[in-house]
């Protein structure tokens, strides 16, 4: 039962993935969270962030963001992007996954979701039938309270450890250095 909380991967942070080996793989779909997955909850696209996408963008990839957020918020952010997107997702319900596909004209077979939460992320992926990277979620430097649901997922995610069928089901999509 746990077993669909479980990510395909898990890396630090959305930098720290090999996109080179997702495409080389047959990926052509990318589905973004956005808070605490690209920036932290609230904060505006960055710099770095668009960059990131623009790269990824002349790589081939189609993205989306796939947020509970309201459409104001997404908008916002999405400001120096231009993706596409999915707002008030509620997820991890399937219908914001299945959205964000055929917006990008991508399907199960090519597509990928990354995000911070394994509660709504993670198990929507699952849900869904998508394979998922879990990132850890962005924390200010000094910033204490992370709530209740990050404990249940340190929990999900020891005991994920501690399966190995479970981990690299991706072929471990680590960034080498």
């Known amino acids: 039962m746990i077993e669909k909380y479980y990510p395909y991967e898990y890396v630090k942070n959305i930098y720290c993935i090999d996109y080179k080996k997702l495409w080389d793989m047959g990926f052509r779909g990318l589905i973004f969270d956005v808070d605490n997955t690209l920036v932290h909850h609230g904060d505006d696209s960055t710099p770095k962030v668009d960059r990131f996408f623009e790269r990824l963008h002349k790589k081939g990839f189609k993205t989306c963001l796939l947020s509970d957020n309201e459409k104001s918020r997404v908008e916002r952010f999405n400001k120096n ?37 394994i509660i709504t992320d993670i198990r929507g992926a699952n849900n869904t039938g998508l394979p998922s990277i879990l990132v850890h979620f962005i924390r200010l430097p000094g910033e204490k309270h992370i709530g209740k649901r990050r404990y249940i997922e340190y929990f999900v995610m020891w005991t994920w450890k501690c399966r190995k069928k479970y981990r690299y089901r991706l072929g471990d999509i680590r960034r080498k250095k």
């Open 81 to 117: 992007i231009g993706t596409l997107y999915v707002c008030d997702a509620d997820k991890p319900n399937v219908s914001g996954y299945e959205k964000a596909m055929e917006l990008m004209g991508t399907d199960k077979s090519n597509s990928v979701v990354i995000g911070d939460q």
